[in-house]
């Protein structure tokens, strides 16, 4: 009896064996295979959904500058529409007369300007007046003055500003409020473009001689 036992134990231990092999090849081949594909399938899922989302920041982003600079290019071009050209000695005269804030505020001067180029970085196709203007009026009406300047001006900067009482000695409540003022203005201002050679050298041809 033993020594029949022996072999089909032998044969029962190799089916088991075989047995076992075969489900570890399936295990591999019909379960891990697939899972590791569809690990590797997710990752690249994932790493494309990132470039998706970064490639609609950028476009986002993109979208926000266009608006930023369709703004600015508007600002700019409503700065340009207030800004002098030419002469701009003749501009800021009118200008100030014109200007609301100024109703209630005596101009007593306005100084013919200092030209010069402009420093502002980057460089910009403007030349600069400076000026100084001089007047009087009551504190309030000068605070007003003063506020709507550069945003009725927005190409205008006050650079020096001087108070000094418009009645020093004794005088009443109404006429100590007054103010006399005097301010340095830089403002930016658009040059008259100079004549090309071509049209500085046309001259009526001469006659030839014969």
């Not at 022996?6 to 231990?13: C, K, L, Q």
């Not at 899922?45 to 609609?56: E, F, T, Y």
């Not at 402009?118 to 009406?141: E, M, R």
């Amino acid at each position: 009896m033993s020594k029949t036992s022996r072999p089909n134990h032998a044969r029962v231990a190799l089916t088991v064996l075989a047995g076992v092999l075969v489900l570890t090849v399936m295990w591999y081949t019909l379960l891990d295979g697939p899972r590791t594909k569809l690990r590797e399938k997710a990752g690249a899922r994932a790493k494309i959904s990132s470039s998706l989302d970064k490639a609609r920041q950028q476009i986002a982003e993109a979208a926000k500058t266009k608006v930023s600079i369709e703004v600015a290019t508007q600002r700019l071009q409503e700065m340009e529409r207030k800004m002098p050209i030419g002469d701009p000695y003749r501009w800021l005269v009118k200008a100030f007369l014109d200007f609301p804030a100024a109703a209630r505020v005596t101009l007593a001067n306005i100084e013919p300007p200092h030209v010069s180029e402009s420093a502002l970085l980057p460089k910009v196709p403007y030349k600069t007046a400076t000026f100084t203007l001089t007047g009087t009026a009551h504190y309030h009406d000068f605070g007003t003055f003063l506020a709507e300047l550069e945003n009725y001006f927005p190409h205008m900067r006050v650079r020096k500003l001087e108070l000094s009482p418009g009645y020093p000695g004794e005088a009443d409540s109404a006429e100590a409020e007054r103010l006399n003022f005097q301010l340095e203005i830089i403002a930016l201002f658009k040059s008259t473009p100079e004549p090309s050679p071509a049209q500085l050298s046309l001259r009526p041809d001469k006659e030839k001689r014969n």
